[in-house]
């Protein structure tokens, strides 16, 4: 059974740093194509990162040249440094994986068939 569980959220000032956590267990991690996620008070889940089963990433124009979606593949533990973060990135951030994505759909929520539970930031100006 996947599961997948994050950590790491938090509050942080403007221009602040975190890096999210997603503990993956339950299949051959690294060959699973996975993303983060994020969902605002109001908003629809949108697609912040997601990377490839062959380490390819690709990123929201939003997130591009302040994030960065890393995994280890010994550790079964995907990751998402987040740095100059601004208020609009606050939202409850998810982790979600499946056994192949097309790479034009790395980043629609949809076609993910396993997430996990979320983990709150929270950006202050």
């Known amino acids: 059974q996947v599961q997948l569980v994050e950590s790491g959220g938090g509050s942080v000032q403007a221009g602040g740093s975190l890096r999210l956590s997603c503990a993956a267990s339950?299949?051959?991690?690294?060959?699973?194509?996975m993303g983060w996620f994020r969902q605002a008070p109001g908003k629809e889940r949108e697609g912040v990162a997601a990377?490839?089963?062959?380490?390819?990433?690709t990123y929201a124009d939003s997130v591009k040249g302040r994030f960065t979606i890393s995994k280890d593949n010994a550790q079964n533990t995907l990751y998402l440094q987040m740095n100059s973060l601004k208020p609009e990135d606050t939202a409850m951030y998810y982790c979600a994986a499946d056994p192949f994505i097309p790479s034009r759909w790395l980043l629609e929520q949809s076609v993910y068939n396993y997430w996990g539970q979320g983990t709150q930031v929270t950006v202050s100006s």
């Open positions: 339950g299949y051959t991690y690294s060959n699973y194509y």
């Open positions: 990377i490839a089963s062959d380490g390819t990433t």
